[in-house]
């Protein structure tokens, strides 16, 4: 099998790149290891930036999210005993929209089948061959059989755990690695959201996030350790200390039927470079970022936009300048936000092998940026979104 760009991955960011593509004519196949199910039902990342939201509008996947998204204008930061409203309108202009990754992805997949692509499902990419040369060329198994998939170039949009890092020459690449002591206990119910807004708390028993799907679904995490085995939590364990980290007697916590439950490791995670030859990273192929930032998705987003507009010069100029860029063009923005990430996460989490002084640090360090327009401005410019130069790519 021939195409242009092979891309491996249905995730965010193989599937939006296969849709910029097509919409400047330039043909690509997706091979994704799960069936169209799994894919659809994961829960994945809720945020979506401003400008993110607004590419999928723009480029006409956005119509559901519209419909169905719930547009946000801040957060809440809860510590000590008050409630500080990060007012991201006020502050910079713009909100971020809460709607669901896997709401995404069904919308991609949606409108990649009906303009006629070709997504595989149940292909495992295998290895990739020939990276450094013209043809690279994907060797997958599919229906039993192993296939071959030649392309110009080769998209790695596989996620942490896929084979296109994996496939870069050894030697080629560094990866750089921070692991957290602690990890998300999260559970989906069905039950009206505590608040309007995102509550991220942080206490003295630990981290929690309030957060929601819809006006009837709630999606909450609490902080664990990375150890946690999940039969420890029953449900009237997890609702419980839900309520004691919130501690706000005004809120009235609805206890739901808790429909799934699961554990997030957290984990800050760099490869550099982004690119070897004709093998490209994007997504968390190539970074992963702990959520409390909520940038997962969106930096994968990011990613695509830089890839695509190399690859619209390529394939219509025949121009291979972009090629070289890729990897700092993306990587800037990955620092950017590897920090603010890690920021957030250190910031509201609670350390028990901290010494005390850390924890009374904590809490000066929530205060003086809650008290402060400019660190509020900061936190905001982040939360919704660095700059992505939606324009030309619609
Ligand atoms: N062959 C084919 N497909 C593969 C293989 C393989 N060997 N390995 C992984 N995949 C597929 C997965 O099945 C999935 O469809 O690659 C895709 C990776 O998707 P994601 O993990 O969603 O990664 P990405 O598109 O980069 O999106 C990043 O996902 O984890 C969240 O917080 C993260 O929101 C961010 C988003
Ligand atoms: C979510 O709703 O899943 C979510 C929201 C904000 C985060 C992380 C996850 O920071």
Redesign the pocket.
Known sequence: MDTQVAI???????LLLSHLLHRRGIESVI????TRAY?EARV??GVMEHEVAELLVRTGVGERMLREGLRHRGIKLRFAGRTVHVDFQDLVGRGVVVYG?QEVVKDLIAARLAAGGTILFE????RIEDVTGERPTVV?RHNGREERLRAAVVAG???????SRKSMPEGAVTTYERRYPYAWLGILARSRPVHEELIYVHSEHGFALFSMRSPTLSRLYIQVPPDTDLADWPDERVWDELERRLDDPSLGLERGEVLQKDLTVMRSFVTEPMRVGRLFL????AHIVP?TGAK??NL?VADVTHLARALFAFFERGDERGFETYSDLCLDRIWKVQHFSWWMTTMLHRDEDALPFDHRRQLGELRSVTESRGALTWLAENYTGLPLNVDELV
């Open positions: 491996i991955g249905a995730g965010p960011a193989g091979l994704r290891r799960h894919v994945r990342a990754q292909a495992e990419a295998l997958f949009c596989d996620g942490f755990h896929g084979i994007a997504g968390d192929a959520p997962g998705m994968a």
